[in-house]
């Protein structure tokens, strides 16, 4: 299950196997969760938006019993996290590296070498090195999946 404002954002997910995807503006998506996991809550919730000031609070809201959220995105403040909401599901709260760098380019770029990962699907547009100030611009935009220069 994903919540993506950007329409060609919810095709990719789409496109990549997602069942579920939503425009959060357009749905509760503590609603949506609830109803997708027959009032269960989330196992899993991966906060990769960065808007950590409205995800938070739906993530707590619809964890599951035992659930893990693993906080991937960067962000330029802090969320408020009610530590009684993670303690009274036993909910568990990991850090991951998403793309602050350490590390996670080279295992990323030997993993897409060996064949295991494929990430073209999520790549929308393409620009030559001499457009590159465009390709920035463009990913600036956050209305495309991934934005690739090729050199």
């Known amino acids: 299950m994903g919540f993506e404002p950007v329409e060609k954002r919810r095709e990719i997910a789409k496109n990549l196997g997602f069942e579920h995807v939503y425009d959060p503006r357009e749905v509760d998506p503590v609603d949506a969760i609830y109803e997708a996991t027959d009032g269960r809550g989330a196992d899993v919730h991966l906060e990769t938006a960065g808007a950590v000031q409205e995800t938070y609070p739906i993530i707590e809201k619809a964890l599951a019993e035992e659930a893990n959220?693993?906080?991937?995105?960067?962000?330029?403040?802090?969320?408020?996290?009610?530590?009684?909401?993670?303690?009274?599901?036993?909910?568990?709260?990991?850090?991951?590296?998403?793309?602050?760098?350490?590390?996670?380019?080279?295992?990323?770029?030997?993993?897409?070498?060996?064949?295991?990962?494929?990430?073209?699907?999520?790549?929308?547009?393409?620009?030559?090195?001499?457009?590159?100030?465009?390709?920035?611009?463009?990913?600036?935009?956050?209305?495309?999946?991934?934005?690739?220069?090729?050199?």
Not at 73 to 81: A, C, D, F, Q
Not at 96 to 122: C, K
Request: glycine share 8%; charged share 25%; net charge negative.
């Open 69 to 151: 959220v693993v906080h991937i995105s960067n962000t330029g403040s802090k969320p408020e996290i009610d530590t009684r909401k993670y303690q009274g599901s036993a909910a568990q709260l990991y850090g991951s590296e998403g793309h602050t760098m350490n590390e996670v380019y080279p295992r990323v770029i030997r993993l897409m070498s060996a064949g295991r990962l494929d990430n073209l699907p999520i790549v929308t547009s393409t620009y030559p090195l001499s457009q590159a100030d465009e390709a920035l611009e463009r990913a600036v935009e956050r209305v495309d999946g991934k934005v690739m220069i090729d050199v």
